[in-house]
């Protein structure tokens, strides 16, 4: 039920593609490597550079790389950079004014969840995620030698 936008994981997969090449990539090898829409893709990336997370430049040598390291980059920093400050949101139902004094019977649990959906994004790195795919590219290589399957 509650994940990430679409927006937001086609965000972390192209990071995840940039940040293990050392030279900029173009927005279309991008997409082929990550699965996004190159037009799509384009509109991401914009965002991303805006919050610091890649730089672009055009033309001639041009392309997308990283700014900053993998590990300095949170989930709810690429999260942010996408879907603004309300990445999580503030009411479980959706209502666009939910606070105290007018709490609804979610206010309460989504209050304490939320933060704690927040600190978890915070704690998480590009760089687990780019671990987390390594592991699982390696794990599913070798569960695919041992059935014979190339």
């Avoid at 082929?32 to 730089?55: E, Q």
């Avoid at 920093?77 to 019977?105: Q, R, S, W, Y």
Wanted: proline residues 4%.
């Amino acid at each position: 039920m509650l994940s990430v936008s679409q927006t937001t994981g086609y965000a972390i997969k192209a990071l995840a593609c940039i940040a293990t090449q050392d030279k900029p990539l173009l927005i279309r090898d991008i997409s082929s490597a990550a699965g996004v829409p190159a037009p799509y893709l384009a509109k991401i990336v914009r965002r991303l550079r805006a919050a610091g997370i890649v730089s672009a430049k055009r033309g001639h040598k041009g392309g997308v790389q990283m700014a900053r390291p993998p590990a300095s980059i949170s989930l709810l920093t690429i999260g942010e950079a996408i879907e603004g400050e309300e990445l999580v949101g503030n009411c479980l139902l959706g209502k666009v004014f939910c606070e105290d004094l007018t709490a609804c019977p979610t206010y309460t649990f989504w209050k304490k969840t939320g933060e704690s959906i927040r600190s978890e994004l915070d704690r998480l790195s590009l760089a687990d995620i780019i671990a987390f795919n390594r592991n699982h590219a390696r794990k599913a290589g070798r569960a695919q030698k041992k059935r014979g399957i190339k």
